[in-house]
Each structure stands twice: as structure tokens, then as C-alpha cells.
T-cell receptor, first 114, second 113 residues
Framework: DVKVTQSSRYLVKRTGEKVFLECVQDMDHENMFWYRQDPGLGLRLIYFSYDVKMKEKGDIPEGYSVSREKKERFSLILESASTNQTSMYLC?????????????FGPGTRLTVT | RKEVEQDPGPFNVPEGATVAFNCTYS??????FFWYRQDCRKEPKLLMS???SGNEDGRFTAQLNRASQYISLLIRDSKLSDSATYLC??????????????FGTGTSLTVIP
């Protein structure tokens, strides 16, 4: 079974704080993704990575950065948290090859910025 | 135009009913198609992949029409446990860009006793 874990289920931070969200997958997947999910907007891609040290901007990268130093770990960084970054953050991974290349999601981190 | 569009619902149906969800996608080069299920305050989980020939898994049937860029999900004999949000997902792979997944905003289903 693929397992994707995220460092926190719930997080409360203050405006201006630097926030780190960690994601780890145990299936040696090449691709990893960070999304945020907001009511009525669905999942929106923030950043993705298709290899170690590689990163690509998604649809809404502003205010975020990422790090992928090891294949199994993909970190999302909020350099200076703002209230409009209050959201559910979902990490996912997928393999590059295979007949079915579906994404596997972590349990999510519900971040509140006050 | 959004990459993936689906009717947000909500769909409220009685137990035992048949319900169908539809989804359209804009990129004709899309390669893989999925339906995910998301329960309240949980992560999305794969319900089924969608193949060109159509596929069935128990009470669930998925269809793909590449010409119309249209995907559907049919649920027969609805159960209370089917209540969830159903996400239509389309995947496109580009050289040197890995897999990119595009999500619809989800269709909410509530099955009523």
C-alpha cells in the first residue's frame, strides 16, 4: 500500500510566520505535488516536482516555495504566512510509469493563519 | 476556460436510485482519466480509472468519450455510504514535465434514507 504522510493534520500560525509543511511518500514515486483545497474552488496546484531538486510552478505558486532534497520528501514553505493562505493543504505523489499512474494523497494539513 | 468542468450539484438522491455525474475536459491530448471520491474533511481517494472502452466496478460504471472530451460516472443502487464528493481528474504528461493532474471542483452526492 502506498503511504503518503504529512507532518501535521492541524496547524495554527500567526501572520508573518514562516511555515513548513512536510510530505513523505514511501513508494519511490518520481512525482510529488502540493495542492490547496478551498470550498468552491476545488484542488489547485501550487507546485510539483518530477525529480529530486526539480520543481515546477503550478497554478498558484505566489507566496509559496518548495524543496525536494530527497526523492521521498517534498516540503512546502510559506515564507511569510498570510490569512489568505488559510486552507487545506494536500500532498500527493504518483509514479511516472505504469498503466495506471493515479495520484495518492496524504491526509492533508488544515492550516489556519490568524 | 477551466481544464476540467463538472456539475457541482448537490445531488440528493434516495437509497437505491441511479445517479450519473458528468465531466468535460479541455485538453484533447489528455491521456489518463480518473474518478476520485472525497469524504468530508478527508483526502481524495481513487475510486476508479476510466478507460476508453468504458469500465465497470460493481455498482459503478465509468465512460470516456474522447471525441466529445467527456467523462461520466454512473452509480447504480445508491447506498448511504456513497454520500461523498466525486472528483473528475484528468492527467496529461509532457516531456520533461512529468505528470500533471487537473481536478474538477467536485460533485456533491447525498444519498437519503
Amino acid at each position: 500500500d502506498v503511504k503518503v504522510t504529512q507532518s501535521s493534520r492541524y496547524l495554527v500560525k500567526r501572520t508573518g510566520e514562516k511555515v513548513f509543511l512536510e510530505c513523505v511518500q514511501d513508494m519511490d514515486h518520481e512525482n510529488m505535488f502540493w495542492y490547496r483545497q478551498d470550498p468552491g474552488l476545488g484542488l489547485r496546484l501550487i507546485y510539483f516536482s518530477y525529480d529530486v531538486k526539480m520543481k515546477e510552478k503550478g497554478d498558484i505558486p505566489e507566496g509559496y516555495s518548495v524543496s525536494r532534497e530527497k526523492k521521498e520528501r517534498f516540503s512546502l514553505i510559506l515564507e511569510s504566512a498570510s490569512t489568505n493562505q488559510t486552507s487545506m493543504y494536500l500532498c500527493a505523489s504518483s509514479t511516472e510509469t505504469g498503466v495506471t499512474n493515479e495520484q495518492y494523497f496524504g491526509p492533508g494539513t488544515r492550516l489556519t493563519v490568524t | 476556460r477551466k481544464e476540467v468542468e463538472q456539475d457541482p450539484g448537490p445531488f440528493n438522491v434516495p437509497e437505491g436510485a441511479t445517479v450519473a455525474f458528468n465531466c468535460t475536459y479541455s485538453n484533447s491530448a489528455s491521456q489518463s482519466f480518473f474518478w476520485y471520491r472525497q469524504d468530508c474533511r478527508k483526502e481524495p481517494k481513487l475510486l476508479m480509472s476510466v478507460y476508453s472502452s468504458g469500465n465497470e466496478d460493481g455498482r459503478f460504471t465509468a465512460q470516456l468519450n474522447r471525441a466529445s472530451q467527456y467523462i461520466s460516472l454512473l452509480i447504480r443502487d445508491s447506498k448511504l455510504s456513497d454520500s461523498a464528493t466525486y472528483l473528475c481528474v484528468v492527467n496529461s504528461s509532457g516531456r520533461n514535465t512529468g505528470n500533471q493532474f487537473y481536478f474538477g471542483t467536485g460533485t456533491s452526492l447525498t444519498v437519503i434514507p
